[in-house]
């Protein structure tokens, strides 16, 4: 992020207005994280990942894309801007949530080091714990469609 963040520098040391947009995982039923766990859980073998205590900011697709109009057009809007719910939840809660979004169990685990040795390095990505929260986007007056994740999927699933 450092490095993407630092090469606009030069745009916004020469006058023009820079906003850095730092999105959580963007909920959609047609790619990226929900995308890929749509099948497993719509056959209710979708598991709470490790403890299932570590934090996943996330945001719908609609919230995102309103989140981008919303900063672009606001002139006032400049530096770095979470763009997550304001509400993160954990594995535990997002996994509940999903099955219960598609009227499926949640019943399995997958354990940390079954996940560590399948997925090498990459397994820190699903284990890591990220609690974000959009502070400045809302100072700056945006408001959420869908605040909760239960909002959120039913709309990612909607469409």
Known sequence: MRDWEAAAAPARESGIRV?????????????????????PFQLGLGPKIGSGRQYM????????L???????????A?????????EPVTNAEFTT???????????????????????GEVSGELLGS??????????????????DIATALQAALAH
């Not at 400049?78 to 719910?85: D, E, I, P, R, V």
């Open 19 to 39: 906003v850095n947009l730092r999105s959580g995982l963007v909920l959609s039923r047609h790619g990226g994280l929900l995308g890929q766990l749509l099948l």
């Open 97 to 119: 949530s999903l099955a219960a979004a598609l009227r499926r169990p949640a019943l399995l685990t997958l354990p940390s080091p079954v996940l560590r040795t399948a997925l």
């Open 130 to 147: 990220s609690r974000v929260l959009p502070a400045r986007l809302l100072a700056a007056g945006f408001s959420f469609a869908h605040p």
């Open 78 to 86: 400049t530096g770095a801007y979470n763009l997550t719910a304001p």
């Open 66 to 76: 309103s989140a981008i109009s919303f900063l672009l057009t606001s002139a006032d």
């Open 57 to 64: 900011s996330w945001i719908s697709m609609a919230d995102e």
